[in-house]
């Protein structure tokens, strides 16, 4: 059955430095969103990616964030200074295009420690 | 704007007891509604989900849903739980292209007893 893939599983880093999560979304699928979860809160959205480019982001997702799609296949997210509020669990997802809704297929999540 | 509330956050129950866990939402039109589980540590799994049809939807694991518009509820329902079913639980509510769209509720997290 095809998946969403998230690698690294889990990352620590120092607090400032840039971090890249990456994504490998199912491969006919057109929509491609990345969420968080600080540790005992809620899901949470953040981007959602289309035709190579950002259609919507949340209040969450400041210049410190960006995303893109390399090279067709990858979908990654970048941090570029990491603070210690970052520290969360961070979740792609993908859907295909063929209706308006569809299932949202979620990754296994890619944990994310600053120190 | 889209809500979702999970009243209770923590619920136990002892092993072959029945399970309700309460999921209301308020959204303006008919939303899609889903229900996620999540094991310690893991990712997101998708139990059920309900467009349109059948207000009863059946899922994996042996969990069902019914979604009752009158009530603006999805409650999720196993009639049997099993000690691996320990976990927590999200319903979520999305509605057009998802994004800002999608949203999770609070979460129940379930402690299942031998």
């Known amino acids: 059955e095809p998946e969403v893939t998230q690698t690294p599983s889990h990352q620590v880093t120092q607090m400032g430095q840039e971090v890249i999560l990456r994504c490998v979304p199912i491969?006919?699928?057109?929509?491609f969103y990345w969420y968080r979860q600080i540790l005992g809160q809620k899901v949470e959205f953040l981007v959602s990616f289309y035709n190579n480019e950002i259609s919507e982001k949340s209040e969450i997702f400041d210049d410190q964030f960006s995303v893109e799609r390399p090279d067709g296949s990858n979908f990654t997210l970048k941090i570029r200074s990491t603070k210690l509020e970052d520290s969360a669990m961070y979740f792609c997802?993908?859907?295909?295009?063929?209706?308006?809704?569809?299932?949202?297929?979620f990754g296994e999540g890619s944990r994310l420690t600053v120190l | 704007a889209q809500s979702v509330t999970q009243p209770d956050i923590h619920i136990t129950v002892s092993e072959g007891a029945s399970l309700e866990l309460r999921c209301n939402y308020s959204y303006g039109a008919t939303p899609y509604l889903f229900w996620y589980v999540q094991s310690p540590g893991q990712g997101l799994q998708l139990l059920l989900k309900?467009?349109?049809?059948?207000?009863l939807v059946q899922g994996i694991k042996g969990f069902e849903a019914e979604f009752k518009r009158s009530q603006s509820s999805f409650n999720l329902r196993k009639p049997s739980v099993h000690w691996s079913d320990a976990a927590e639980y999200f319903c979520?509510?999305?509605?057009?292209?998802?994004?800002?769209?999608?949203?999770f509720g609070p979460g129940t997290r379930l402690s299942v007893l031998p």
């Open positions: 979520a509510v999305g509605h057009d292209n998802y994004g800002q769209n999608f949203v």
């Open positions: 309900y467009f349109s049809g059948d207000t």
């Open positions: 491969s006919n699928h057109l929509y």
């Open positions: 997802a993908s859907r295909s295009g063929t209706s308006v809704a569809g299932e949202l297929f």
